[in-house]
Nanobody
């Protein structure tokens, strides 16, 4: 059974940093592109970042470019999101997701597996 489990969320002050992790099991991690998405209260789920199977290609939403870094460890079967210079508008539930594609995919509907989500709250 496929499991994606996020960790590392919490409460942080504006300007601070957090690192999210997503531990993946039940699938061959290195054959899946991975993504991070977020959903703020009352808003649609939105794309944050994606990384290809090898980690050699990445794509970011304009709102996080230069502040967030997505990475993966195909030995540990873990996806990461390093979030720096956090802003109150980054407050959301963050989800990791897996998608079996060679391309970088921004559309949430294309992803096959999802984590349960983890809360990130940035105070001003």
């Amino acid at each position: 059974q496929v499991q994606l489990v996020e960790s590392g969320g919490g409460l942080v002050q504006a300007g601070g940093s957090l690192r999210l992790s997503c531990a993946v099991s039940g699938l061959t991690f290195s054959t899946y592109a991975m993504g991070w998405f977020r959903q703020a209260s009352g808003k649609e789920r939105e794309f944050v970042a994606t990384i290809n199977r090898t980690g050699g290609s990445k794509l970011y939403a304009d709102s996080v470019k230069g502040r967030f870094t997505i990475s993966r460890d195909n030995v540990k079967n873990t996806l990461y999101l390093q979030m720096n210079s956090l802003k109150p508008e980054d407050t959301a539930v963050y989800y990791c997701a897996a998608e079996r594609s060679l391309a970088l995919v921004m559309q949430a509907s294309r992803y096959d597996y999802w984590g349960q989500g983890i809360q990130v709250t940035v105070s001003s």
